[in-house]
């Protein structure tokens, strides 16, 4: 069976956040060796203590859901980067791995002494993916930041949200992970470029330059660009009182939850009438224009409400799948974890924790047909691959290893 993508390849992870670590777990479910370079404290803002969700609040070790999802599949090394001992060994593993990823702030590597220049002389094919909230340069680059700040900068708030009131992002860091995505692929690209040429690069990737080139964003400025005009927000299509659509649009509530519909334009209306056994309505002089249909959009979701109200999520999504009508179920978590469609897929895994147990984890959103999926393994230990790092990568012996940790410089 042949070798996944990135087998061979060995990554050095320095990040914050979420955006750095996420493009490390890319590459990592691609099967490349990543490394996370951590604090001997491990306090920074996602080393296992940032504010997500823990698995159980008895638990005396602080790592976090977020930070199990995020470092599956990668090693942990704990060293002291602040420290010039830190630093030459941080130099000496950079010599031979091929991708080092950070998400420090700007500046912050060059003065550890660890910038893409100062390791590019060591190892000219290595790529350096360094992914911030603004990029290296500009006038915000040393801003302060949250995912509210970057949607906001990137343009994906001015038309989210109820007009008469404030403008809203998307729920969740959306910015955050399509960031990751993005420098995930770029580090991919380069990686090529210098397994061609010998010649390594500095990838600068701006999480809020990846929110504002997102297609979606680019739609939106699309009227504009031709005609000078803002495209305004708009009442969220989810009821009668909250859109002008031909046919039923939006989130509906059904018998045991909740349902979305997207019917396909005004072509949908008579699926939409035998659907819901009221083949009637394609005659009603109420409805039988698109222009009607909005007109008098109260009374026709109404009648749509009464069908819903018969049906569960279940039922709902067969018949309009049956109709060949967009539309689903809203799932909560728990539903998504027990899909049937998601089982028979084997997307989410079972990884054993030595602290934690054993726990359903995410897989790859992609499989492959001709190699075999990334085996899979827990987040890592504070420091659990240390030793390994140290004596199979430099060559280092016990003496010198437990010196280091006699001095404070690896643990």
């Not at 091929?98 to 702030?105: G, P, R, T």
């Not at 279940?314 to 978590?333: M, R």
């Amino acid at each position: 069976m042949p070798l996944l993508a990135l087998k061979g390849i060995r990554v050095l992870e320095v990040t914050d956040g979420i955006a750095g670590p996420y493009c490390a777990k890319m590459l990592a479910d691609l099967g490349a060796e990543v490394m996370k370079i951590e604090r001997l404290d491990a306090v920074s803002m996602t080393q296992r203590q940032w504010a997500g969700e823990r698995v159980e609040t008895s638990l005396t070790v602080e790592d976090t859901a977020l930070f199990l999802h995020l470092n599956t599949n990668k090693k942990s090394v704990a060293v002291d980067l602040e420290s010039a001992d830190g630093q030459s060994l941080f130099r000496k593993l950079a010599t031979q791995s091929s991708i080092v990823v950070e998400s420090l702030a700007p500046g912050r590597m060059e003065s550890l002494g660890l910038s893409y220049n100062s390791l590019k002389d060591l190892n000219p094919s290595l790529v350096m993916t360094s992914v911030t909230p603004y990029g290296q340069t500009g006038p915000y680059k040393d801003y302060q930041y949250t995912e509210l700040t970057v949607f906001a900068t990137g343009g994906g708030m001015h038309r989210e949200g109820i007009p008469e009131r404030h403008p809203l992002k998307y729920g969740g860091e959306i910015a955050q992970y399509f960031a990751g995505t993005a420098a995930a692929s770029a580090t991919m690209g380069a990686s090529v470029g210098a397994l061609m040429t010998g010649q390594g690069d500095w990838l600068d990737v701006s999480i809020m330059e990846c929110m504002a080139g997102h297609p979606h964003q680019i739609g939106r400025r699309a009227p504009f660009a031709y005609n000078g005009e803002l495209d305004p927000r708009r009442e969220p299509r989810t009821s009668a009182a909250g859109g002008r659509e031909p046919y039923a649009v939006g989130t509906f509530r059904c018998k045991d939850g909740h349902v979305s519909f997207l019917p396909l334009g005004p072509r949908m209306w008579p699926n939409i009438a035998r659907m819901i056994g009221k083949t009637e309505l394609m005659d009603d002089p109420r409805f039988n224009s698109p222009e009607l249909r909005t007109d008098n959009r109260i009374e026709l979701e109404a009648i749509f409400q009464e069908w819903l109200d018969r049906h569960t999520r279940a039922e709902v999504f067969e018949a309009t799948n049956n109709a060949g009508i967009p539309g689903a179920p809203v799932l909560t978590p728990t539903d998504v974890m027990d899909d049937e469609h998601f089982q028979e897929r084997g997307f989410f895994r079972e990884l054993e924790h030595p602290e934690h147990g054993a726990l359903s984890y995410p897989g790859v959103p992609f499989g492959f047909s001709e190699v075999d999926d990334v085996p899979g393994h827990a987040a890592p230990a504070l420091g659990e691959h240390t030793v390994e790092a140290l004596s199979e990568i430099l060559g280092m012996d016990e003496a010198k290893i437990g010196s280091l940790r006699e001095a404070g410089i690896v643990s």
